[in-house]
Every structure is written in structure tokens, then in C-alpha cells.
């Protein structure tokens, strides 16, 4: 049985969400599947927090960081659900492009000022702190979890349709205004085919599968190279609960035989109820998303550990929760927004995109219209290193 729709959004972690949410107040037909259930922790959007870091210097991001604050606001107003606590963001270490980010936010908006370790231990005595900060007080954290439910909540509201345990299992481009998209309902407890396959023919498909892009369109859209990586960070419980914790980004001292043991830079923000959360940057093994460990590297989470004893005082590095999410990247971290065709694809957010959910939603909104394109920098052709 063949059913047309208008447009069918394929993926419903946040950027899927988002744009399910942008195009319902658009007044658009939007059928959104997602081929877990809510909540799934098998990709990238799941748990509850994550940084909404303004730390940027570049003119593609800021815009859209300062498009996704009143969006975040507005989405907050649509559902009801509180996502964004702008408790702040201290960066610290060693950083090379802090006086550009202290020298472009105010354009856009934002507030940065310097402070001394010590005046930032002082503020927040849970961290030791590593040469200046830089602190932006209006970035601060995001609830995932509620984010992602807030947004397909507010969708479902302006008349979308959210269909959870649909897989879809094939994309067939059939003409400019025409697209195939067959999906396998799965039983919400194994994953296993549950009905026949149905298949839904769209004028439009939005394609946001985080670490299953490739997999699904591949092999026929010109996608940079995404790499997907099982990312290991911890929640960290806090010896003091009356602490206050910013968000944080830590740097490396190049060279200095003190970091020898660190993988990457390191992100954290204190997380209600769970702790505090550290993690190294897009360093996990590279992996098929369907052949999951969900298990930390011993090493890894070894040298996580030493990092929340050595500048975490606020914590107990012996008392942890591991958690586990994938990373999809492109080779030089930007993202991937484009259309090809009657396709509009979204992906290599990780790392750094969550923050800008509802800019990126409105930008998938755009392209499903046809009204604007994405910027120059995400674009499939883009020059990628």
C-alpha cells in the first residue's frame, strides 16, 4: 500500500524534531518517523544535558546561536517544558581562540568577560581552574531528554504526526516531487518487524539520522565522509550538592607533560539529579551504530577519572555512572544542511550541535520550502579537510 504525503521528516532526534516543529507552524502536512521509541538512548540526542555553548567566533555559527536563544524560549512557551538554564559557561585552559570569541559575542548579542582562576574558584570552588577564563554568562545547559519531547510535543500540536518504532528501510528518489520512503513497523520491545512494510510517498523527505545517514542514503547522495564513534562521558556525583556548577570547556596545554594523559579537550556541566558530567571530545572507537557495546574503554574512562580528581575537587572521581551516546562527524566538524533534489538532509551535528537545534530545524524548514539555502559552509560541495 502506497499512502502520499507531503512531507515526511525521517529521524526524530532533535535536529528531526526541529524541523517537524518548524514546518507544523509553517502550517505543513508533516509525518515524522522515528524508529525507536521516546527517549531511546541508540543515538545522539538521548540523556539530560548538554552544554548551549556561545563560544564561536565564526560567522555561520553565531547567527544561529543567536537565532536558537529565543527559539528556545519559544519552544519552552509552545510546550510548557522548561529546556534551557542559562547558569553560564566557563572556558579555562589553554585556548587559542578565546580573544576572538571575547571579541565577536558582543556583536551578536552576548556578554564575555576574563576572569582570574582565582576569582572563578571563588564563583564555582567545584573546579580548579587552568590559567584565565573566559566566561559567557548567558550560555548554560539544555535538558536532551525534554528538549527532544518538548519539540515533537510542540509538533504534534500544530498537526504533525509523530509515528515512534517506524524504520524506515529505503529512500527512492521517483521523480522532482516524489519520494518512496518504505517503512518497516517494529515491535516496541525487540525491534523486530511487527506488520508488513508500508510505503509513504512524499513530496518531500527530510533526512536527520544521525550515525544511520550513511547507511540509509549513502549510496546515493554525495555525503562527506561522517564518521560514527561510541563517545564514553561519566556522571560524576558532587561531594557538596549546595555547590553551583557553570557549564565548562577545558584546554590543553600543548606540549606540557602534565596533559599527557588527556585524549582531547574535555566538556562538563553539571547535570540535576545525576551529577557532574565530563567527557573527552570525539575520541570513542569507531563503530556500525546497529553493533553497539554501550561500554566505556577501560583506558578512557581510566584517564576520566584521573581528570575529575585532578581538577574536579567539587566531585568524586570514584563514584560514577557511565553514560554512552554516538558521535556523527564530518571531517571538519561542520555540519552537513542541504538538499539535493526533492531531499533535505541534516547531519554530523555531533559534538557541538545540539545547542543549535532550533536554528537548524528552521534552516531543514527553509529547504523543505525552498524559500532559502542553507549556509555556504554545510553545504554537500563544501571543502571539507
Known sequence: MVTRADVVVVGGGAMGSAAAWQLARRGRDVTLLERFGPGRAQGASHGASRNFNLSYADDTYLPLLREALPLWRELEAESGVAVLDQVGLANHGANASFDAVASALPSYGFDASFLTPEEAGDRWP?????????LTPQAGRLNADAAVSALQQAAVARGAVVLHHSRVVAIRVAS???????VQPVDAKTGEPSAPVETLDARRVVVTLGAWTSKLIGASVPLPRLVVTQEQPAHFT?????????????APTPGDPAYDYWYSPIYGMFTPGQGVKAGWH??????????????ADPAQL???QRYAREW???T???DFVEISCTYTTTPDSNFVVDSVGPL???AGFSGHGFKFTPSIGRVLADLVDGTAAAPALFSLAAARG
Do not use: K, Y
Request: no cysteine; glycine share 12%.
Open 316 to 318: 568524586d572521581p570514584n
Open 126 to 134: 567545584g573546579i580548579r581552574f587552568d590559567g584565565r577564563v573566559l
Open 302 to 304: 581510566a584517564a576520566l
Open 282 to 295: 570525539g575520541t570513542g572507537p569507531v563503530l556500525d551504530p546497529d553493533a553497539r557495546t554501550f561500554v
Open 344 to 346: 533535505v538532509i541534516g
Open 238 to 250: 558532587v561531594r557538596d550538592s549546595a555547590l553551583p556548577w557553570p557549564g565548562f570547556n577545558h
Open 312 to 314: 574536579l575537587p567539587g
Open 176 to 182: 522532482d516531487d516524489s519520494v518512496l520512503v518504505d
